[in-house]
């Protein structure tokens, strides 16, 4: 079974919904769950957050802080997180901010690196930083892959142990 089906399966067996905020992924992982049969009954949706405006507008992010951070940061991720589950009706959520490249973004944050960060409704917050090699569609696909992993890891970790 794969990561998006088994992730539908355990949200399911435990009655949660998910949300996620996509950002270098711009969808990916949203249409990964999609793909599965009965992903409608956990996941909520997705807030495709491609661009510092959006971030702002959509999430309710400070700019000024998404600046003084970085758009690719530990804080960032977190703030998606954290405000795409406030913004919804689901129980846990999923973020991913990273750079893709092929070109970096004027910061020092390297092409292929990516923040993933979970929330759990009434729970704690984490991030994690990945690294990931090849070109343009191989970060944003591998991080894809990286967030359904990370949610079923948290999931594991906080419903299942």
Do not use: Q
């Not at 070109?103 to 292929?112: F, K, R």
């Not at 929330?119 to 930083?129: D, K, N, P, T």
């Not at 359904?148 to 419903?159: G, H, Q, Y």
Request: proline residues 2%; contains cysteine.
């Amino acid at each position: 079974m794969d990561n998006a089906a088994e992730l539908v399966k355990r949200l399911t067996a435990l009655s949660l919904r998910a949300v996620l905020a996509e950002s270098c992924t711009a969808g990916l992982v949203a249409n990964l769950i999609a793909e599965v049969p009965g992903a409608s009954k956990v996941f909520w949706g997705s807030f495709v957050t491609y661009t510092v405006e959006a971030k702002a507008r959509m999430l309710g992010l400070d700019i000024k802080k998404i600046n003084a951070n970085g758009a690719v940061s530990r804080e960032t991720a977190l703030a998606m997180a954290e405000s795409a589950l406030a913004e919804s009706g689901a129980d846990l959520a999923v973020a991913v901010t990273g750079l893709a490249g092929p070109e970096g973004d004027g910061s020092a944050t390297p092409v292929g690196a990516v923040w993933i960060a979970t929330a759990l409704r009434g729970g704690e917050s984490e991030a994690s930083v990945f690294r990931f090699t090849g070109d343009r569609n191989a970060v944003r696909s591998a991080a894809a892959e990286e967030v359904i992993r990370a949610l079923l890891a948290r999931i594991n970790a906080k419903f299942c142990s």
